[in-house]
């Protein structure tokens, strides 16, 4: 898998990875901005975009930091 820095607004969220529990982001954003972001997102290509596969707190929380840019692991869409 490789790591990339991509745009948060590159980011699509299907809907069953829209539900976060916003009592954890600002913690988890507070923990980024003293650690760093330890773990990259994971994310599959499609259609001009990348869908969230997983990382969906960590994406809020920078999004609640300002940033443009996150790391990001490309994985494979999984076969049916």
Not at 17 to 23: G, L, P, V
Request: glycine residues 6%.
């Amino acid at each position: 898998m490789r790591i990339v820095d991509i745009k948060i607004q590159d980011v699509y969220i299907p809907a069953a990875k829209k539900s976060i529990r916003e009592d954890d982001v600002e913690p988890l954003a507070e923990d980024i901005l003293e650690n760093g972001l330890q773990n990259p997102i994971y994310v599959r290509e499609g259609k001009g975009r990348y869908v969230l596969q997983e990382g969906a707190h960590r994406l809020a929380a920078l999004k609640l930091l300002g940033e443009t840019y996150i790391a990001a692991k490309i994985v494979q869409a999984r076969k049916s």
